[in-house]
């Protein structure tokens, strides 16, 4: 079979962020299309880039897996210093590169393993413009590139640095219509082939809102899944749901499901479950009244996909182009952009038990109608075909001026 390679910050069954597990997706169906390898760190944490897995190459679930160590780990002191000065605009552009390093994974070997293996490949596939191995990566095999960018408007692409993940691919692979509006209007790169895939939403069987509330009993309440950060505004979400309880005094809690990296109010009203099991994780997404989403940037948000195809509406900030996206084409969700809207939207779908039933009828024929994974695999291996014509018939054509 023919080989292709993706290449992305962190892979493996112990990573949850939202990137690298739509990598995994991808990279697992197309084993039965290709020889599927992924280029990566051994970091398991995206904070340290600490080195865990083991070095070299393992198989995971039909896939070639390679590991590369990590050069430094980061040091949050020294990453922190140089981002503060990018925040407030005194980073000069030689300094961008100390940036995307300080950052990582820093991850040379990697590259050096690109240049030197580049003719095994029939295309490299980039996951996330963000991180080192993408941004370096991109320009060191640009004719085999296709870049999956998972791009929305944040500062980071201020930096010269990321314009050759945009502007030098063979082809761009887009989560959404609004993520590629955006890339487009920034980087006049509309002439680069390209796709909108997204990723595809598959259930588990025998999915048991009842199993939840049995197991926890909780039964009123709304749902955030994910990463508990600054950078997915759920310091925001806290502020918003604490206000809303003085004003609706009630039994309606916030339970949240992921890893906190900042503290959470000690509230009896604000639930944490840190990590939980597949299962529990979609039963308690069915049972919730609504999944929240405060974040102001997402390139796609698989769980809010989920909660659709689960029949949950959501209610999301609609400072995010891609979310609010969602609720519009679906129908089958409410967005906010200040805490009364949050107030209103929340009540609304709380008093209204026909809107919120239709919403959820609408939600589920949304994601059956758009995100079916033989449509978005099918979309995605149109783009490695296309990469690898193009690259051949460049080399006979090179071949053919050498004969002359």
């Not at 112990?14 to 990598?23: I, P, S």
């Not at 050096?112 to 191995?133: G, I, R, S, V």
């Not at 679906?330 to 779908?349: D, P």
Request: hydrophobic share 40%; glycine share 6%.
């Amino acid at each position: 079979m023919k080989k292709i390679a993706f290449v992305v910050q962190r892979y493996g069954l112990e990573v949850n962020g939202g990137a690298e597990m739509e990598c995994r997706m991808y990279a697992e169906r197309l084993t039965d299309r290709y020889e599927v390898h992924v280029l990566t760190s051994r970091a398991i944490d995206y904070i340290t880039w600490k080195d865990e897995y083991a070095a070299g190459e393992e198989m995971l679930n039909g896939v070639h897996v390679h590991r590369f160590s990590v050069v430094h780990p980061r040091v949050p002191a020294d990453f922190d210093a140089i981002n503060g000065r990018f925040l407030q605009g005194f980073l000069e552009p030689d300094e961008e590169e100390q940036w995307v390093e300080e950052q990582g994974p820093y991850l040379p070997e990697l590259i050096d393993y690109l240049k030197a293996h580049e003719a095994e490949y029939e295309a490299f596939l980039f996951c996330t413009y963000l991180y080192y191995p993408t941004c370096m990566g991109v320009k060191a095999v640009a004719k085999k590139a296709i870049t999956i960018p998972t791009a929305h408007d944040e500062p980071f692409l201020r930096m010269r640095i990321f314009d050759d993940v945009f502007q030098k691919p063979k082809a761009i692979f887009y989560n959404t219509a609004e993520e590629e509006k955006f890339v487009e209007s920034k980087y006049h790169n509309a002439a680069i082939r390209s796709e909108i895939g997204g990723a595809g939403v598959v259930l588990p069987e025998n999915v048991s809102p009842d199993a939840f509330r049995e197991k926890y009993g909780f039964t009123n309440y709304l749902l955030y899944v994910g990463r508990i950060d600054e950078g997915k505004a759920c310091d925001v979400l806290f502020r918003y749901f604490q206000e809303y309880k003085k004003r609706n005094p009630g039994d309606l809690k916030l339970v949240l499901m992921g890893k906190s990296v900042i503290p959470i109010p000690e509230d009896e009203d604000i639930v944490s479950l840190g990590f939980v099991s597949e299962e529990d994780k979609y039963n308690g997404m069915a049972a919730a009244q609504m999944l929240v989403l405060p974040s102001r940037f997402e390139s796609l948000s698989i769980v809010v996909l989920e909660s659709l195809a689960l029949s949950v509406p959501v209610v999301v900030n609609g400072v995010c182009e891609v979310l609010h996206g969602h609720c519009t084409k679906s129908n089958a969700g409410l967005y906010y952009k200040n805490y009364f809207e949050f107030e209103a939207a929340i009540n609304y779908l709380l008093e209204h038990k026909d809107v919120h039933d239709a919403m959820g009828v609408n939600g589920v024929r949304y994601v059956e109608e758009n995100y079916h994974w033989d449509v978005i695999i099918n979309r995605l291996d149109q783009l490695i075909r296309y990469v690898a014509e193009a690259t051949a018939e460049s080399e006979a054509a090179q071949k053919e001026e050498k004969s002359e």
